[in-house]
């Protein structure tokens, strides 16, 4: 090879270098770049999520641990412990209570959804939706002392009955004021979901079926519902994960017979049982019971069903 043409491919090779170089610096900068936007959120979920989480698994395989007490081995006897007759009984009554109270936000809440996304009038709606759910502006705990002025015996509800000469109800430390209660806390969460989904309704479909001789109840059936099936998926996920590990509303107007999961977990941690090993295990059930929930949204709730099928 030609010396001067051995002098000129030596800097074309240098500047071939440079460049693959700095575009390799190029892209790994530009992959940096989410991860230090995710940055703050990754560390507050890492506090916060991951390691508690992890910390709570630790202890759930601790038997018999208490406050203060070290850890002197690790086993299964917690979890053996949940499928004792008694605390299955509370694991059942907990789910229980979530599928009721999300069969019942679902049953009321989308005729108000859809009353509010398809038949109020336009100008009216957005002061609608915030007066719908003007009561989340408020603490659970005080909408829960309100409803036991309702239902108590001497309570609003019993001075009408008795006022109208009907019987009166015993309602409070029943199931029944529970699934008052907690449909109550959580009704505006399932209509503001089913809102959303209602409103984005492709209206032309509705005429369309409307047009090709369709009833009302046919075109509910088979256009309305297929097209917000993803809406009440997530609105029924989310009532039944919150109302799954709700604290508030069974301990107060429940009483001792509606024992759940969430004040069990309370009573191992806090209350007079003081078994923190015990309770890890029980909060790692509910995590395992709300992540089951989670994936079964995630497989089967974002599917796009066939409208007429």
Same mark, same amino acid.
């Given at each position: 090879?030609?010396?001067?043409?051995?002098?000129?491919?030596?800097?074309?090779?240098?500047?071939?270098?440079?460049?693959?170089?700095?575009?390799?610096?190029?892209?790994?900068?530009?992959? %940096?770049?989410?991860?230090?936007?995710?940055?703050?959120?990754?560390?507050?979920?890492?506090?916060?999520?991951?390691?508690?989480?992890? +910390?709570?698994?630790?202890?759930?395989?601790?038997?018999?641990?208490?406050?203060?007490?070290?850890?002197?081995?690790?086993?299964?006897?917690?979890?053996?412990?949940?499928?004792?007759?008694?605390?299955?009984?509370? +694991?059942?009554?907990?789910?229980?209570?979530?599928?009721?109270?999300?069969?019942?936000?679902?049953?009321?809440?989308?005729?108000?959804?859809?009353?509010?996304?398809?038949?109020?009038?336009?100008?009216?709606?957005?002061?609608?939706?915030?007066?719908? %759910?003007?009561?989340?502006?408020?603490?659970?705990?005080?909408?829960?002392?309100?409803?036991?002025?309702?239902?108590?015996?001497? *309570?609003?509800?019993?001075?009408?009955? *008795?006022?109208?000469?009907?019987?009166?109800?015993?309602?409070?430390?029943?199931?029944?004021?529970?699934? %008052?209660?907690?449909?109550?806390?959580?009704?505006?969460?399932?209509?503001?979901?089913?809102?959303?989904?209602?409103?984005?309704?492709?209206?032309?479909?509705?005429?369309?079926?409307?047009?090709?001789?369709?009833?009302?109840?046919?075109?509910?059936?088979?256009?309305?519902?297929?097209?917000?099936?993803?809406?009440? /998926? /997530?609105?029924?996920?989310?009532?039944?994960?919150?109302?799954?590990?709700?604290?508030?509303?069974?301990?107060?107007?429940?009483?001792?017979?509606?024992?759940?999961?969430?004040?069990?977990?309370?009573?191992?941690?806090?209350?007079? /049982?003081?078994?923190?090993?015990?309770?890890?295990?029980?909060?790692?059930?509910?995590?395992?019971?709300?992540?089951?929930?989670?994936?079964?949204?995630?497989?089967? *709730?974002?599917?796009?069903?066939?409208?007429?099928?």
């Amino acid at each position: 090879m030609p010396q001067g043409m051995d002098k000129g491919i030596k800097p074309a090779v240098a500047l071939g270098r440079t460049l693959n170089l700095a575009n390799v610096l190029k892209m790994l900068k530009a992959s %940096i770049r989410p991860l230090g936007l995710l940055g703050p959120a990754g560390v507050w979920l890492l506090l916060l999520m991951v390691l508690p989480t992890l +910390l709570i698994t630790e202890l759930s395989f601790v038997p018999g641990l208490r406050p203060g007490e070290a850890i002197e081995g690790y086993g299964l006897l917690n979890y053996l412990r949940i499928l004792e007759p008694t605390y299955l009984q509370v +694991l059942r009554r907990s789910a229980t209570f979530a599928t009721g109270t999300t069969l019942l936000c679902l049953l009321l809440g989308f005729p108000v959804a859809y009353w509010l996304a398809l038949m109020a009038p336009k100008r009216w709606r957005n002061l609608l939706l915030v007066l719908f %759910i003007l009561p989340l502006w408020t603490s659970s705990l005080l909408r829960t002392y309100a409803w036991i002025t309702l239902l108590r015996p001497s *309570g609003v509800i019993n001075l009408a009955l *008795g006022a109208l000469g009907l019987p009166t109800q015993s309602l409070m430390n029943t199931h029944w004021a529970v699934y %008052i209660g907690m449909t109550y806390s959580f009704l505006p969460y399932m209509v503001l979901i089913l809102y959303a989904s209602l409103e984005r309704l492709d209206l032309r479909l509705l005429e369309a079926a409307a047009d090709l001789g369709a009833n009302p109840r046919t075109t509910f059936w088979r256009v309305t519902v297929p097209q917000t099936l993803p809406g009440i /998926a /997530a609105g029924c996920l989310l009532v039944f994960v919150t109302s799954l590990g709700d604290f508030v509303v069974p301990t107060l107007l429940g009483g001792p017979s509606s024992m759940t999961i969430s004040r069990l977990i309370y009573n191992q941690f806090l209350g007079v /049982a003081r078994n923190w090993g015990f309770g890890s295990a029980l909060s790692m059930v509910l995590i395992l019971m709300v992540s089951l929930a989670i994936a079964l949204l995630l497989k089967y *709730g974002d599917r796009n069903p066939e409208i007429y099928s």
